[in-house]
Structures are given as C-alpha cells and as structure tokens.
C-alpha cells in the first residue's frame, strides 16, 4: 500500500472516529448538560461578582455559564439567545464589580469586530457540585 494512500486511510479513520465527539460538542443541549451533570441547582440570583469569574462559556443561541470557583452559575437569558455564538467575543459595561440581570451584553465578531448583537442578561442559576461526605 502506498503511503498516500495509507495517509487517506489514517484519514478517513481519525475524521470518522471525530465526528461523533465532534457533532457532541457542537449540540448546544450536549454542552448544558455536560456542564451541570452531576450538580446541584441552586436558587437563582440576580447578580454575580464579575471579578471572581474565571471562565465563561457561550453555549450557541442558548446560554452564557459563568464559572466562579467550582460552581457554573448558567444564565437565563431575557433576551438575543438568536445572537449567541461562541466564535464572538463579549463586551460587558459594567456600574461596579457585579454583573446582574437585565445587564446587557454585547456580542462582537472576533475577526471584524463588528456587532453582531447583544443579549439581555437574566437571573444566574448555580449548579454547585454535591458536598462531600467526609
């Protein structure tokens, strides 16, 4: 067997083997659930402290997690879900060090920097990890 035809081959292998993990990471309904598997929901708050956030993830045309130490706090969104997409980056104005529900977040092309719309920010819903039996 050639060798380019053996690279085809390693290919098509590695691309098909992919592509499950691939279209899994890509679902939108896939990724919340990945993020809150196993977590406890707590009651909602309107507000989290901007400066402890050390992740955020954008789950496309559906949520934003904010991750502050071992709890994901998932948004719900009032409003633009339509214009998530987790290839833009976030632009937050904030009055303080807290971000709150009805803020507004603006959503701009990471290659263009154009806006590509903004969402209306909603309670935060934290979903801790179970405590620890000791």
């Not at 903004?118 to 039996?133: S, T």
């Amino acid at each position: 067997m050639s060798p380019t035809i053996r690279s085809l081959l390693a290919f098509a292998f590695a691309t098909a083997a992919a592509g499950p993990a691939l279209a899994h990471k890509d679902d939108p309904a896939a990724q919340l659930a990945k993020i809150t598997e196993g977590r406890i929901a707590g009651n909602p708050k309107q507000c989290i402290d901007l400066p402890q956030v050390y992740n955020t993830q954008i789950i496309d045309k559906t949520t934003i997690a904010y991750r502050i130490g071992s709890t994901y706090y998932v948004n719900q969104l009032r409003s633009g879900a339509e214009s998530l997409d987790s290839n833009d980056v976030m632009v937050t104005k904030t009055f303080g060090s807290q971000l709150c529900a009805l803020d507004s977040v603006k959503m701009v092309d990471r290659y263009g920097g154009g806006l590509r719309g903004f969402v209306v920010l909603g309670p935060f819903v934290p979903y801790a990890p179970p405590p620890k039996d000791h």
